[in-house]
């Protein structure tokens, strides 16, 4: 199975822009580089919301690129 203790995920530039909510933190630079962060404790945690996120997030940086 899958455990998740502790976790955060950090996403970078590609969501500037993007305003904070109660569950995507923003509007400050995390560990140096991430403009946002949301924290996980289970597994269950990834769901809809969060992967809309790393899809925004994913279609940003290739914009970039």
């Known amino acids: ?3 998740l203790v502790g976790a955060e995920m950090c996403i970078r530039e590609s969501l500037m822009g993007v305003e904070a909510t109660e ?3 923003g509007g400050k630079v995390f560990g140096g ?3 946002h962060r ?3 404790s289970a597994v ?3 769901d809809d919301e969060v992967r809309g996120w790393l899809e925004q ?6 914009k970039q690129v």
């Open 1 to 3: 199975g899958v455990r």
């Open 23 to 25: 569950r995507l933190e």
């Open 33 to 35: 580089m991430c403009t």
């Open 38 to 40: 949301v924290r996980l």
């Open 44 to 46: 269950d945690d990834v």
């Open 57 to 62: 997030a994913y279609a940003a940086a290739w």
